[in-house]
């Protein structure tokens, strides 16, 4: 059965870092795409990474410069590394295995993490 | 930042059929990019619901169905039921963001309330 669990959410102070972490069971993280995507508190959808099977990463450009995508291959565990972040950053963060079973569609989510950014 | 339009909300007695628009332009759904559809039920994860267009994974009841035409995509509910009240979003990807196949972009989301 295919889970994703995402930890290392919480209360962080406007300019601090934070590393978001999703564990797998059920599938290989280094053989699919995952993407994570957020959710401020009552607004909706935003993609916010994807890192390739080949290792490429991309970033939506609310992120660029502040966020790095990257996974351990041994642990099967994707991560999410959060630097200099701000009030925008709040939201709940989702993993997702992007174009599983399903080409370039997100098949299976974890529960998300909050992750709240104030001082 | 959502590229792709929905309306904010729909609504429906139980048993009518409803329909959510997601419109796009020439850089995602209109250059050939999938669309994909997935339903939000209150305090969960987004849930898959239509794949490729017009697709369901296996589970998702057949009342659902999707569409896609030039740059624009619509996703169907027909026997509309009390467990159908969610948010809807559809996804797909653009080509005027970086990656080899474009990024990721959410529609603005629709919530269908059912009366």
């Given at each position: 059965e295919v889970q994703l669990v995402e930890t290392g959410g919480g209360l962080i102070q406007p300019g601090g870092s934070l590393r978001l972490s999703c564990a797998a069971s059920g599938f290989t993280v280094s053989s699919n795409y995952m993407s994570w995507v957020r959710q401020a508190p009552g607004k909706g959808l935003e993609w916010v990474s994807v890192i390739y099977s080949g290792g490429s990463t991309y970033y939506a450009d609310s992120v660029k410069g502040r966020f790095t995508i990257s996974r351990d291959n041994s642990k099967n565990t994707l991560y999410l590394q959060m630097n200099s972040?701000?009030?925008?950053?709040t939201a709940v963060y989702y993993c997702a295995r992007d174009g599983g079973d399903y080409p370039s569609a997100f098949d299976y989510w974890g529960q998300g993490t909050l992750v709240t950014v104030s001082s | 930042q959502s590229v792709l339009t929905q309306p904010p909300s729909v609504s429906g007695a139980p048993g009518q059929r409803v329909t959510i628009s997601c419109t796009g332009s020439s850089s995602n759904i209109g250059a050939g990019y999938d669309v994909h559809w997935y339903q939000q039920l209150p305090g969960t994860a987004p849930k898959l619901?239509?794949?490729?267009?017009?697709n369901r994974p296996s589970?998702?009841?057949?009342?659902f169905s999707g569409s896609k035409s030039g740059t624009s995509a619509s996703l169907a509910i027909t026997?509309?039921?009390?467990?159908?009240?969610a948010d809807y979003y559809c996804q797909s990807y653009d080509s005027?963001?970086?990656?080899s196949r474009g990024c990721g972009v959410f529609g603005t989301g629709t919530k269908v309330t059912v009366l």
């Open positions: 972040l701000r009030a925008e950053d | 619901l239509i794949y490729g267009n017009s589970g998702v009841p057949d009342r026997g509309l039921q009390a467990e159908d009240e005027s963001l970086s990656g």
